[in-house]
């Protein structure tokens, strides 16, 4: 009833599956142009959840941009993308993460 399924690491437009155990902006610079429907991330928030190291403002924004770049230039323009980010506010607290696009950042 169920077909087995090969799960790969390394990408190739011929597997159906890739779990890649690494840098996303390292798997995503070997996807083509334009080749995605679909991105769905939850990047760093950097609000100081335990399992990240807060970030200067301007340096998180400068990381997630890169990868915000190349997700555009992997995706079909008929593509979208699921961007989950943190809520921060300058001088206050920080929120539970909200989806919500961001397309000022490339
Ligand atoms: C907000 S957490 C994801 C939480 C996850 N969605 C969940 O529900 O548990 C962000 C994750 O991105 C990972 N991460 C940070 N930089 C990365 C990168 N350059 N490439 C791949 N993963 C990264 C972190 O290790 C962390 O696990």
Redesign the pocket.
Known sequence: MFRTRKIAEVFSPSEDIVLYP????KLLAAIPDESLSLVIT????NIG?E??KKLKLETYIEQQAA?IRECVRCLSPQGSICW?VGNYVDGGGHHTPRYCAVPYLY
């Open positions: 690494g840098d996303c902006l939850s990047p760093p928030y959840k399992y990240e990868v989950q």
